[in-house]
């Protein structure tokens, strides 16, 4: 039977995580970093290669990558992704999940439909990391195929739920793509890795109105077919 005290530990890990976007400016020390990165890489791959790299910021050098973030995104040209990450055309239920997570965040924001200098200025937030102390850049060998990105995926919700373990928040984020060539400039990525996504890591501001969206999440019986039981 499973120690129930840990049960509830794990659960409320899980289910605590959200995407925070306003940081309070209290520095994480680099040993937590560390350490919050041992415990995901724990995560199981294929073969056990462990296909993530991670590039992580604090102070002037964060603040270097963001400025550079922010006039590349003042220009108004939005270079290429080099990955599709969404589908190129959105199809239900997934077309109405994310306008409905978009509306209920502008709606917290005050920001209304047509609005758009407002909503552009709120996903140019993204690239400062909401203003997180760290920011986190994942990249991945060019070679590496799908299964490895399936694994990578799971890295990085240890990432996201390890934090949660140690008091910290998060924001994975891929509003980084289109900007892949500033990134690997500035951190010196070297040409065999590409950029996976990056994430905001620090702690919550408690009350920032941003910060109270809760998101849905449908049921297990919607998305999972259950046979044996009851037979």
């Given at each position: 039977?499973?120690?129930?005290?840990?049960?509830?530990?794990?659960?409320?890990?899980?289910?605590?995580?959200?995407?925070?976007?306003?940081?309070?400016?209290?520095?994480?020390?680099?040993?937590?970093?560390?350490?919050?990165?041992?415990?995901?890489?724990?995560?199981?791959?294929?073969?056990?290669?462990?296909?993530w790299?991670?590039?992580?910021?604090?102070?002037?050098?964060?603040?270097?990558?963001?400025?550079?973030l922010?006039a590349?995104?003042?220009?108004?040209?939005?270079?290429?992704?080099?990955?599709?990450y969404?589908?190129?055309?959105?199809?239900?239920?997934?077309?109405?999940?994310?306008?409905?997570?978009?509306?209920?965040?502008?709606?917290?924001?005050g920001?209304?439909?047509?609005?758009?200098?407002?909503?552009?200025?709120?996903?140019?937030?993204?690239?400062?990391?909401?203003?997180?102390?760290?920011?986190?850049?994942?990249?991945?060998?060019?070679?590496?195929?799908?299964?490895?990105?399936l694994?990578?995926?799971?890295?990085?919700?240890?990432?996201?739920?390890?934090?949660?373990?140690?008091?910290?928040?998060?924001?994975?984020?891929?509003?980084?793509?289109?900007?892949?060539?500033?990134i690997?400039?500035?951190?010196?990525?070297?040409?065999?890795?590409?950029?996976?996504?990056?994430?905001?890591?620090?702690?919550?501001?408690?009350?920032?109105?941003?910060?109270?969206l809760?998101?849905?999440?449908?049921?297990?019986?919607?998305?999972?077919?259950?046979?044996g039981?009851?037979?």
């Amino acid at each position: 039977m499973a120690d129930a005290a840990a049960q509830a530990a794990v659960e409320a890990a899980i289910t605590s995580r959200r995407s925070i976007r306003a940081f309070l400016p209290k520095p994480v020390p680099q040993a937590d970093v560390e350490h919050l990165l041992d415990v995901a890489a724990r995560a199981p791959s294929g073969s056990n290669i462990q296909p993530w790299k991670v590039h992580a910021l604090t102070g002037a050098p964060l603040k270097r990558l963001c400025d550079a973030l922010m006039a590349e995104h003042a220009s108004g040209i939005t270079p290429d992704s080099e990955y599709q990450y969404y589908p190129r055309k959105f199809f239900e239920p997934f077309h109405s999940r994310r306008r409905k997570v978009g509306w209920d965040l502008y709606g917290l924001l005050g920001i209304g439909k047509g609005e758009n200098e407002r909503m552009r200025a709120q996903h140019g937030r993204n690239l400062i990391f909401f203003g997180a102390p760290v920011g986190l850049i994942f990249t991945i060998h060019r070679e590496l195929e799908q299964g490895s990105w399936l694994d990578y995926g799971m890295f990085l919700q240890n990432v996201m739920v390890a934090a949660r373990g140690m008091g910290l928040d998060t924001c994975p984020q891929a509003a980084f793509m289109p900007y892949h060539r500033t990134i690997q400039t500035m951190l010196e990525i070297p040409p065999e890795e590409m950029l996976v996504c990056g994430m905001a890591l620090g702690y919550a501001v408690p009350d920032a109105v941003e910060n109270g969206l809760v998101t849905e999440r449908a049921p297990a019986r919607e998305f999972a077919r259950f046979a044996g039981w009851g037979d």
